[in-house]
């Protein structure tokens, strides 16, 4: 029994190494925005990005992370296990679409980059956070025209 268990054990350390080394796993922990085309359903997301208007100032963390330590790598866990689902069984929608979830952290994030310019829109908003969503407007201001 115990020596059943110890096989079980190596080869479910084995497959997951061999997971984590074959995804380029490890690469998910930098800030690169290279990592994002590890998956080529992001091939053109990055692509776009590379011509709009944010590619000299943001990276895709910049954007898509909460810039808070606990945030960023909690939504990065949480974004990490869903993509590593959607993608291994092909469940995921083409073109690739942000969640609601992400799509507010986009939105803080574009509120806290341009608190300068929208500080008077904010500040006397009688309307809801729905009205307020920048990439309604703005949509190719981080991955481009056409995007």
Known sequence: ????????????????????YSGRAASYLSNEPQVCVNCHVMREHFDGWQKASHHSFATCNDCHMPHDFIGKWMTKASNGYHHSIAFTYWIFRDPIRIKPGNAEILNANCLLCHRNFVGEITAHRVVDDNELYCVRCHESVGHGPGR
């Open 1 to 20: 029994m115990k020596l059943l268990l110890n096989v079980l054990i190596g080869i479910f350390l084995g497959a997951s190494g061999f997971t984590f």
